[in-house]
């Protein structure tokens, strides 16, 4: 197990929460919700080692398009990039006030 | 066209939760930003789930009260560990206190587990037993109704909570026993047991052949609606009793040899359900 911390500049405040995915093989966990400050704060722990560089080439086209303060946890189970960027998606499709 | 039933084992244990309440009426307790983790796997290496595999919520089933515990297949086998076992520990007492009180709760557990988390061993076990004394306690008040919709299945000290269960919903691709098929053939051979024999082992331990030997009580199909309706019917229904009639299953036990061993359509023919029912 690998934990990885990563920061961003956030142009906005969240409100609301959201919670998506399982750690199941090939899957992840997110919980995402507000940073409480100007900042996106992620922490990954992911169950394969030696990949520092894929997730944060994955965060950095992530945090490309989406500016918001999120405080955002990751609990992964070896789930591939593409499964990342949308289980990210879907978190930001489904916070909630 | 013809519309397919929606799946239930295609949900994950929460969205298995939300589908057996009222609409509406579902109200997750201690859920994934309580950050209720597992201690122990991460200081084994393993990386841990924020509700340990575990959904517990209230709600309402057919407007009584009601709560749901389900486990999540996917994450860790759904192994019962010393967090997630006590979450289902708590509602059942819970449960048992509300009865207490006058305000009966109607109990569903959503099975779907290997039984107890290797990793955290003992743990895992005391939260096992601290799960079938609560059924024990919860079903003197009102029926405990048990799932097992199958991926995983249920084994372990959990089929025996299953076992407890006063109705045993399941379908086809559920399977209920003690040892897995994976277990058994690492354990005594390939010769015991080939777990990839899907007949084979389906045969033996699978939902249909539990439900025709009077072990499981409901067969339906992998349809989220008709096992809420069928759940909402197993309140209406007597227990099963299957765990106070002890005569009954040594009487079974001994129309056994287990040096000719039945087949699974000679065991449905020394058991068949009728003699229960």
Known sequence: MEVLKFDYPAQRALSGRSHVGVVGSGDLEILLEPSGDRHAHVTVSTSVEGFGNVWKHVLDRFFGRFDGAAAIEINDFGATPGVVMLRLEQAVESLTP | ?277
């Not at chain 2, 796997?41 to 009601?66: E, N, S």
């Not at chain 2, 207490?100 to 005391?126: I, K, S």
């Not at chain 2, 007597?238 to 299953?249: D, L």
């Open chain 2, 1 to 277: 066209m013809i519309a397919l039933p929606a799946s239930f084992i295609e949900l994950t244990a929460r969205e298995r939760a939300r589908a057996i309440v009222d609409a509406g009426s579902f109200r997750e307790l201690l859920g994934p930003f309580e950050r209720l983790k597992s201690p122990w796997l991460p200081l084994q290496g393993v990386v841990a789930q924020a509700d340990d595999g575990v959904v517990v919520a209230r709600g309402r089933i057919a407007g009584h009260p009601a709560a749901v515990a389900a486990i999540e297949g996917a994450y860790q086998g759904g192994s019962i560990g010393e967090v997630s076992g006590a979450k289902i520990a708590a509602a059942l007492e819970l449960a048992v206190r509300d009865c207490e009180r006058g305000a009966p709760v109607r109990m569903v557990l959503l099975l779907e587990t290997g039984g107890v988390r290797l990793q955290e061993a003992n743990l895992g076990l005391a939260a096992i037993a601290e799960i079938h004394a609560g059924i024990v306690a919860l079903r003197r008040h009102v029926p405990v109704v048990g799932v097992v919709a199958g991926e995983v299945g249920c084994f372990g000290g959990m089929s025996l909570a299953a076992a407890l269960c006063s109705r045993l919903i399941v379908t086809r691709q559920a399977r209920l026993g003690m040892n897995g098929p994976e277990v058994i053939e690492q354990e005594a051979g390939i010769g015991e047991l080939d777990a990839s024999d899907a007949p084979l082992v389906w045969g033996l331990m699978g939902g249909a052949q539990r439900y025709a030997t009077g072990l499981a009580d409901v067969l339906v199909e992998d349809d989220a609606a008709q096992i809420a309706r069928e759940v909402r019917t197993a309140f209406e229904h007597p227990p099963a009793g299957r765990t106070t009639e002890v005569e009954r299953y040594r009487q079974r036990l001994a129309a056994i040899d287990p040096q000719h061993p039945p087949t699974a359509e000679g065991l449905r023919r020394l058991w068949s359900s009728e003699d229960l029912r």
